[in-house]
């Protein structure tokens, strides 16, 4: 998506340790007008597929699934971190490993609103190891729900996470691609 790829190249500021920062109009500062290109485009990508529910994880991906959500017509539902145990039995949940912050946390969906009748998009903003789709994908699996795919906005592909979900037979749909970065000669993508 050329748009997006622009405004990377233009605002992402590359960071230390593969990060690269986009908070000034992606997840922090958000860019609306942006995100309804990005939303149409996924919306573009996964017509016909029967989403009937998004999934995203708290807190960068709820923005962009909200926008996304409004081309599909259909209902959010964000994966809740939790530091504490949750009661077994009303929840599905899943441990994820934190890239941005290095470490460990469950991630929680409430059994009320994900179950067989539900084919699910899941939505992020980034997508680097793979630790947080695999996650949510996990969730859908417990549920019953069909998992049509992922919808990504920036993917790392220089790290594993893009072939790890996608030798487990998940589509994803990466709307930019950085194939390389670093501080000095910016960014590339593939
Ligand atoms: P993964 O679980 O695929 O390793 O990482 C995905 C999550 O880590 C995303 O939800 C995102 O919040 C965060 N993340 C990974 N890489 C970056 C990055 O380069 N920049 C920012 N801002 N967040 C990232």
């Given at each position: 998506m050329q748009l997006l790829k622009d405004r990377i190249q233009q605002d992402g500021i590359v960071m230390?340790?593969?990060?690269?920062?986009?908070?000034?109009?992606?997840?922090h500062?958000?860019?609306?007008?942006?995100?309804?290109?990005?939303g149409k485009e996924f919306a573009r990508r996964f017509a016909g597929c029967g989403v009937n529910k998004i999934l995203t994880v708290e807190a960068s991906g709820i923005g962009i699934a909200c926008i996304t959500a409004q081309h599909f017509n259909v209902p959010v539902v964000f994966a809740k971190k939790s530091k504490t145990k949750n009661i077994a039995g009303?929840?599905?949940?899943?441990?994820?490993?934190?890239?941005?912050?290095?470490?460990?946390?469950?991630i929680m969906v409430s059994k009320r609103?994900?179950?067989p009748a539900d084919r699910v998009l899941l939505i992020d903003?980034?997508?680097?190891?793979?630790a947080a789709l695999l996650g949510l994908a996990e969730i859908v699996e417990?549920?019953?729900?069909t998992l049509v795919g992922a919808g990504i906005v920036i993917e790392k592909g220089f790290?594993?996470?893009?072939?790890?979900?996608?030798?487990?037979?998940i589509r994803v749909e990466s709307l930019a691609v950085?194939?390389?970065m670093d501080e000095k000669n910016g960014i590339t993508f593939a």
């Open positions: 230390e340790g593969n990060v690269l920062k986009v908070d000034s109009f992606l997840n500062q958000m860019d609306v007008t942006l995100f309804n290109e990005i009303e929840v599905y949940t899943s441990r994820v490993v934190s890239y941005t912050h290095g470490r460990e946390y469950d609103f994900l179950g903003d980034f997508l680097a190891n793979g417990a549920s019953g729900a790290q594993p996470g893009g072939k790890l979900v996608r030798d487990r037979g950085i194939a390389s």
